[in-house]
């Protein structure tokens, strides 16, 4: 088994900033690769930002320019950089590493 545990998530202002982390634990040998997805209230679970192993990223149109993925294999923790922040982005944030999902972690963007 593997566990995930995102942070980083609470309530900022349209313009601001925030720095998602998701820490795997258990049967892992790297956090080579992964994905976070985001959920907003009413609507279907969308793909944001994914890394693969090889460290090619790719991006969800709606946060390219903004958001950056990025992982520390050292420390088995992906991230998920937010910058430039808008309501529209408010939603549940999940980290994704295969068949393993994390608990997810509340952003809420204020107007």
């Known amino acids: 088994q593997v566990q995930l545990v995102e942070s980083g998530g609470g309530l900022v202002q349209a313009g601001g900033s925030l720095r998602l982390s998701c820490a795997a634990s258990g049967r892992i040998f790297r956090f080579n690769a992964g994905s976070w997805y985001r959920q907003a209230p009413g609507k279907q679970r969308e793909l944001v930002a994914v890394?693969?192993?090889?460290?090619?990223?790719n991006y969800a149109d709606s946060v390219k320019g903004r958001f950056t993925i990025s992982r520390d294999n050292a420390k088995n923790t992906m991230y998920l950089q937010m910058n430039s922040l808008k309501p529209e982005d408010t939603a549940v944030y999940y980290c994704n590493h295969f068949d393993f999902w994390g608990q997810g972690t509340q952003v809420t963007v204020s107007s």
């Open positions: 890394i693969t192993s090889g460290g090619s990223t």
